[in-house]
Nanobody, 123 residues
């Protein structure tokens, strides 16, 4: 199972920017073989998918609410995935979680979560 540690959260004013990082370790297979995602959960709401970058240089996808403002990227040499957030809005306030998913042959499944990092957008 992959261990994930998020960092970069904090307090930012509306319209500001923030970059989240997720460092991965302890994995058996190459980092490139994992689909990496960012989720978030706001108070009183369900966890939602924010962005995903698929394994082996696959496609990226974003929630409609963050399209054009957020960018997910990964540095496979550093075993790290990032979420660059710009034009932040108060409704972006949430705990942001990193996820690693690998579904291999013969139905093997590896699914890991980070501890989360708080992002607060407020003036």
């Amino acid at each position: 199972q992959v261990q994930l540690v998020e960092s970069g959260g904090g307090l930012v004013q509306p319209g500001g920017s923030l970059r989240l990082s997720c460092a991965a370790s302890g994995f058996t297979f190459s980092f490139s073989s994992y689909t990496m995602s960012w989720y978030r959960q706001a108070p009183g709401k369900e966890r939602e998918l924010v962005a995903v970058t698929r394994s082996f240089g696959g496609s990226t996808n974003y929630a409609d609410s963050v399209k054009g403002r957020f960018t997910i990227s990964r540095d496979n040499a550093k075993n790290t995935v990032y979420l660059q957030m710009s034009g932040l809005k108060p409704e972006d306030t949430a705990v942001y979680y990193c996820n690693a998913l690998r579904i291999g042959t013969a139905g093997s499944r590896y699914n890991s979560w980070g501890q989360g990092t708080q992002v607060t957008v407020s003036s």
